[in-house]
């Protein structure tokens, strides 16, 4: 038993090291799994203006597509519609890659029932 567990670890390491995506996903920092998504959304707080896209979403962060970037620290609040119900989302944007978006950590959602709607729709994206 020792032996096929042995093996069955140096063969792990052996493709960790062969596919370097891999070894990344130990190192993530995030606290929640991250779901692809897209959602329009809207955000108060900042200059950025117009019809943005929530591209991936969890419990305590999510990434919105847009090419007017607001500066790390900036605290805001992101409107979006899940299920019928505009959620608001405060947060704080804590990446920025220029062209291509702002990655947020989300400091609160707005209410326990908007709470309850967002763990709704994140636990029905997980099932389909």
């Known amino acids: 038993m020792r032996l096929l567990a042995l093996s069955l670890a140096l063969c792990l390491v052996n493709h960790?090291?062969?596919?370097p995506g891999m070894a990344q996903q130990r190192n993530e920092r995030r606290k929640h799994v991250r779901r692809p998504v897209f959602l329009n959304c809207r955000i108060e707080g900042t200059?950025?203006?117009g019809s943005l896209q929530l591209t991936d979403l969890s419990e305590?962060?999510?990434?919105?597509?847009t090419s007017e970037t607001p500066?790390?620290?900036s605290e805001l609040t992101i409107y979006v519609a899940?299920?019928?119900?505009?959620?608001?989302?405060?947060?704080?944007?804590i990446r920025v890659?220029?062209?291509r978006g702002v990655g947020i950590e989300i400091i609160r959602v707005g209410s326990q029932q908007a709470r309850r709607a967002l763990d709704a729709f994140l636990y029905q994206?997980?099932?389909t």
Request: proline share 9%; hydrophobic share 45%.
């Open 16 to 19: 960790a090291a062969d596919n």
């Open 47 to 49: 200059a950025v203006a």
């Open 60 to 65: 305590s962060g999510c990434f919105i597509a």
């Open 71 to 73: 500066p790390v620290g």
């Open 82 to 93: 899940v299920s019928g119900t505009e959620i608001p989302l405060v947060g704080r944007v």
């Open 97 to 99: 890659q220029p062209g």
């Open 125 to 127: 994206v997980v099932s």
